[in-house]
């Protein structure tokens, strides 16, 4: 069984996958944020066996809630309507500047990766 890693954005939605053993994180895809994003989701969860969803939780530097925490908090509400699965939270700063910086084709799914892997990394 695998966890689900989450990066949101407004317009684009990165994901990311552990292992089985759930100690490395995988980039996997990127989902354009619309009416379409709650079907693709419970699809790949099916799919991949996923069992738990980590969402990159913007803080500002000094660890407070932005506007875009909050926006984040609300989508979550909403994915665990959808979903119906375990929802945690994961501090994501800098996740987006370290995908760029390591070159990665796809920055919304190396973000997921990051803040997946720094979630596991602690369990």
Known sequence: MKILGVDYGLKWIGLAMSDDENKMAFPCETLEN?????????????????????????LN??????????????????????VDLPIEFENEILTTKAADK???KNIHSAAAAILLQSYLDRK
């Open 34 to 58: 619309n009416f379409k994003l709650f079907g693709r989701l419970n699809e790949l969860i099916k799919k991949e066996s996923i069992y738990k969803v980590i969402i990159g939780l913007p």
């Open 61 to 82: 530097k000094n660890m407070k809630s932005t506007a875009q925490t909050t926006e984040v908090e609300n989508w979550a509400e909403k994915l665990i309507k959808e």
């Open 102 to 104: 390591s070159g990665a």
